[in-house]
Antibody, heavy 121, light 107 residues
Framework: EEQLVESGGGLVQPGGSLRLSCAAP????????MSWVRQAPGKGLEWVAN????????YYVDSVKGRFTISRDNAKNSLYLQMSSLREEDTAVYYC??????????????WGQGTLVTVSS | EIVLTQSPDFQSVTPKEKVTITCRAS??????LHWYQQKPDQSPKLLIK???QSFSGVPSRFSGSGSGTEFTLTINSLEAEDAATYYC?????????FGQGSKVEIK
């Protein structure tokens, strides 16, 4: 049922890097703010970052600023999250979601199935 | 950062009973409050947007109310398929934040 498809998760050592991708159909992606939301094992949801339709505005939660970079390729209907200097506390399922912008609608109405990132030595 | 506190954290409810979950914000957020349902091993699903607007396809037994700092999600006549964790989420000011979650178990 999910129409957003994440990929790129896996096991990485502390200090390492990983790039997540999210593929979306045109009707979801085009003209929409997009976000990454994560969920640590057994824990609640945490918004990570968002990006405006043309990629000109981006916002991040403080805990990932300077380490994570959100980007998008509108020609490919794809969203990305480049993660570097990874820490054990970054271990989580990472969801791609539509919405979360600074303009309405701000809710997340479409979600992917998630991709698990495990940071461990 | 706006903190959202949900109550209760957990409840065990008999089918057909009414369920109420409260979400309190640390400061006024107007109506910029949304509710999601997450079943085990699934991604979250939007139920209610902007405090009281039902999202497309969501059963009518789910409803939301409130404004300012106190919000409520109500499930009228609970069904077995409603066993899940429910999260509130604010979009008044960055960083967007979620409540800690409220788990509903079916007796």
């Amino acid at each position: 049922e999910e129409q957003l498809v994440e990929s790129g998760g896996g096991l990485v050592q502390p200090g390492g890097s990983l790039r997540l991708s999210c593929a979306a159909p045109d009707f979801i992606f085009t003209g929409s703010w997009m976000s990454w939301v994560r969920q640590a094992p057994g824990k609640g949801l945490e918004w990570v970052a968002n990006i405006q339709q043309d990629g000109s505005e981006k916002y991040y939660v403080d805990s990932v600023k300077g380490r994570f970079t959100i980007s998008r390729d509108n020609a490919k209907n794809s969203l990305y999250l480049q993660m570097s200097s990874l820490r054990e506390e970054d271990t989580a399922v990472y969801y791609c979601a539509r919405g979360g912008g600074i303009e309405a609608p701000k809710n997340f109405d479409y979600w992917g199935q998630g991709t698990l990132v495990t940071v461990s030595s | 950062e706006i903190v959202l506190t949900q109550s209760p954290d957990f409840q065990s409810v008999t089918p057909k009973e009414k369920v109420t979950i409260t979400c309190r914000a640390s400061q006024s957020i107007g109506s910029s409050l949304h509710w999601y349902q997450q079943k085990p091993d699934q991604s979250p699903k939007l139920l209610i947007k902007y405090a009281s607007q039902s999202f497309s396809g969501v059963p009518s037994r789910f409803s939301g109310s409130g404004s300012g700092t106190e919000f409520t999600l109500t499930i009228n006549s609970l069904e077995a398929e409603d066993a899940a964790t429910y999260y509130c989420h604010q979009t008044t000011s960055l960083p967007w934040t979620f409540g800690q979650g409220s788990k509903v178990e079916i007796k």
